[in-house]
C-alpha cells in the first residue's frame, strides 16, 4: 500500500461517513425488514411505501431528492475525482475496506462479494486494494 494514499482514503472514509452516516451502504429492506428492525412505528411513519418505493411528493414531480448537500473537504475531493473512473471490482474493494474497517476479512469480503457479485480470496482482496492506490496516485500525482 502507498502510505500517502491511505492516509487520503481514509480522509475520504471519514468525511463519506460524515455525509451519508455510519455507513454508506445500506441494505435494501422491504416493509418487513423495516417493521423487524424498527418496530411497528415503520408503518406508522408518515412516509407511506409501496413494497420498496416511497411515495414522492407532487412537488418533485417524481425527481429524486439530494437531502444531504454533498460537500467534500479538500483530500476527499481528490480522491473523489480519483476514483471516478476506477474499475468497479477494485471500487468495490476500496469502498469496503475503508467504510468497513472495523469488521473482520472474511465479512469484508463477503462484502465484497455482495457488492461486485464475484467471490475473492484474501489474496486478491489485497492486490486489488494496492491496485487501487497506484491508480489514485497516478491520478492525482
Not at 26 to 49: F, H, M, N, W, Y
Not at 99 to 116: I, S, T
Request: hydrophobic fraction near 40%; aromatic fraction near 8%; glycine fraction near 6%.
Amino acid at each position: 500500500m502507498i502510505e500517502w494514499v491511505d492516509s487520503l482514503c481514509w480522509s475520504w472514509a471519514r468525511h463519506k461517513q460524515s455525509v451519508y452516516g455510519p455507513t454508506a451502504i445500506q441494505p435494501i429492506r422491504g416493509t418487513l425488514g423495516s417493521v423487524r428492525s424498527e418496530g411497528l412505528s415503520a408503518i406508522k411513519s408518515d412516509a407511506k411505501r409501496i413494497g420498496r418505493q416511497p411515495i414522492r411528493s407532487v412537488a418533485t414531480r417524481g425527481r429524486p431528492i439530494q437531502r444531504y448537500p454533498e460537500v467534500w473537504c479538500e483530500d476527499a475531493l481528490k480522491i473523489a475525482r480519483a476514483i471516478d473512473g476506477l474499475p468497479p471490482e477494485k471500487l468495490a474493494v476500496l469502498t469496503v475496506h475503508y467504510l468497513y474497517h472495523q469488521c473482520h476479512v472474511d465479512k469484508k469480503l463477503f462484502l465484497v462479494h455482495k457488492l461486485h457479485g464475484k467471490p475473492l480470496n484474501v489474496r486478491t482482496y489485497y492486490r486489488r486494494i494496492h491496485g487501487a492506490h497506484c491508480w489514485i496516485a497516478a491520478h492525482i500525482s
